[in-house]
């Protein structure tokens, strides 16, 4: 059985973990329902490469290594994000040169990561390979690859603080860490994404793909950033394949971070319910035939299920990792009776 799934940071990354201990613990295949041993579930993550960023000489994937982080035992848990056991005495030196960004957290065990992701850059080599061998160390037990070998980095329109009255462009990084996302965001750009290119496997874990899983995470620059890589989204509209989605939103606010402000730039409400409408029905175009909301938001499930998603109301609070494989059953559940009945 064959998983493929999108992901961003942290909420796609904790989900992942789940979704990976599920498919160790099941007995059986969870979405054939055949008895375990007759084939290998294999998951491939197709990862947002939208917030990558150069820094002091240095390419910092942050979505794509928090996932090799988290699935490889090697993320700070409380963080969400960077290394176990980190330190920034780097970043002190930068800081005490006077040379900016100060404001992005480099810590120095990470910083090793960035230095062999630079150098096999810089040797001519492309990033899925180069993640490839990153993953050689971290062995997260899924096949990640970035969405695409090529630059496309996220940025967003804003009112310039300085100069009121005029739009300027930042990157996303800068808005989301250095001003926590508090300046009104008009939209975003992922600049060159229309000349990049899907990374190579990727189509491929589409089309031959059993299941697409939408993990919860950020509907807008993590998910959408994704399906903005031209071909990306064609092939997930014509999989015959499930594809199902897991909200980031409960009761109308993101988990942890600030999606909102996320939503709210490209015009849609914070809502499981709006996220849902976003990707859209594949009945009708769009991306998705299963939606998991919490059971809090068990009262919207009705007007997703006019619109032609399949919905169920479950916990879905990543608490433990107990609670995220349960998670990851009510998807690949959803998925199984979506197949059975479609
Ligand atoms: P980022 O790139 O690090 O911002 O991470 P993602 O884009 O992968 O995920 C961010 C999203 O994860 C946020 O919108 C959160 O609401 C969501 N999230 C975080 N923890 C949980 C959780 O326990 N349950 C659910 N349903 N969503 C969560
Ligand atoms: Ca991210």
Known sequence: MRIT????????????RGLRHHVQQATSDPVSGETAGTGLTEITVIGNTGDDIWIHG????????????????????????????????????????GVEPTWFGLGDRDIGTHLVRTTSLNAGYPLSSVTEALCERWQPGVRLIPMTDDRAET????????????????HFQEWWIRYRASLPARRFVVVGIEEAKPAPGVVDALRNADVIVFPPSNPIVSISTILAVPGIADEIRATRAPVVGVSPIISGAPVRGMADACLRASGIETSAAAVAAHYGARSSGGLLDGWLVDT????????????????????????????????AAETLGLASRLRSTP
């Open 5 to 16: 799934a999108l992901a961003g940071g942290i909420g796609g990354a904790r989900f992942l």
């Open 58 to 97: 240095l390419r910092v994937c942050p979505d794509l290594d928090t996932v090799m982080y988290t699935l490889g035992d090697g993320i700070d848990p409380e963080r969400g994000w960077g290394r176990l056991d980190e330190t920034f005495r780097a970043k002190e030196e930068l800081t005490a040169y």
């Open 155 to 170: 940025h967003v329109i804003v009112d310039d603080p300085d100069n009121p009255g005029t739009d300027i462009a930042l």
């Open 296 to 327: 809090s938001d068990a009262a919207s499930t009705p007007v997703i299920e006019q619109a032609g998603i399949t919905t169920r109301a479950v916990p879905l609070l990543m608490t433990d990792l107990d609670a995220t494989a349960a998670m």
